[in-house]
């Protein structure tokens, strides 16, 4: 579960998300529409997973059952790291 051929994805708690390409080199987080365009990318989009991701976790460990949590409209503008 989780594997992927080739990129490393690592969540650490000190600096959230990072990603590496398959031969070690730092990758960027990026977000794509349907066809294949880049809408959002770098260093926000990773915060913004992470982010999700911790606030899933932590209201399923209250027993809230909400294993769905969404990032606000505009969290994710200027996206720039």
């Known amino acids: 579960m ?4 080739g990129p490393t994805i690592a969540a650490r708690c000190y600096d959230g ?36 991701s911790i606030n899933a976790y932590r209201e399923f460990l209250k027993g809230q059952g909400h294993m769905r949590v969404l990032t606000p409209p505009g969290a994710l503008n200027n996206s720039a790291p």
């Open 2 to 5: 989780g594997d992927l051929c």
């Open 17 to 52: 998300l990072t990603a590496f390409t398959a031969e070690g080199a730092p990758a960027t987080f990026a977000l794509l529409d349907a066809r294949g365009n880049v809408i959002a990318s770098g260093g926000r989009v990773a915060e913004a997973a992470y982010a999700a």
